[in-house]
C-alpha cells in the first residue's frame, strides 16, 4: 500500500495544533517535507493571514513557558534565536524587567534555599542564576534579599 502523502498546509496546521511556533521554525519543519514545486512563503502567509500562525501569540507563549526558570537575557536571546526583532522585541524586554528580580528569587529559592555560608558557596550560587540567564542587579538583589535563618 501506498503512504498517504500529507499536504504541506495540513503538516503546519497539525504543528500548531501542538503548540505555538514561530515563522521562522514553522518554515524550517516544513522544508523537510517540502517538494519541488511547493512554495512554504505562500503557506506560511495562508497561515498568518488565517490567523493560524502568529508572532505576537508565539512569543506570549514562550515567554509565559519559560519566565518561571529563566531570565531576561536567556528568555530574549531565544525569542531572537526564533525571529523575533524590533518592536516586538523590545515591548517584551520592558514587561519582562519588572518582575525578574521576583522571578530570581524564586528559581535561588527552589534550588538552593538557604544563604550562602561562604564566599565559595556565594559564588557557586550566582554562576547559576548567571547560567539562567538573569542579570546582575537581579542576582545581587536575589542574593541580598535571602530569607533569614529563623530563630
Request: aromatic share 6%; hydrophobic share 40%; proline share 2%.
Amino acid at each position: 500500500m501506498a503512504k498517504l502523502k500529507i499536504s504541506l498546509k495540513a503538516r503546519a496546521l497539525r504543528y500548531l495544533s501542538m503548540r505555538e511556533h514561530s515563522r521562522l521554525e514553522l518554515a524550517r519543519k516544513l522544508s523537510r517535507y517540502a517538494e519541488e514545486g511547493d512554495d512554504i512563503e505562500a503557506v506560511l502567509d495562508f497561515l498568518e493571514a488565517a490567523k493560524f500562525l502568529s508572532q505576537t501569540r508565539f512569543s506570549e507563549s514562550l515567554v509565559h513557558r519559560r519566565s518561571a526558570r529563566f531570565g531576561n537575557s536567556r528568555i530574549l536571546s531565544e525569542l531572537q534565536s526564533h525571529g523575533i526583532q524590533g518592536e516586538a522585541l523590545s515591548g517584551i524586554k520592558v514587561t519582562l524587567a519588572d518582575g525578574e528580580v521576583a522571578r530570581a528569587r524564586e528559581v535561588w529559592q527552589r534550588k538552593f534555599g538557604e544563604p550562602p555560608v561562604d564566599a565559595a558557596e556565594r559564588a557557586k550560587q550566582m554562576r547559576f542564576l548567571q547560567q539562567r540567564g538573569f542579570s546582575h542587579k537581579a542576582i545581587r538583589a536575589a542574593l541580598a534579599g535571602a530569607p533569614e535563618d529563623k530563630e
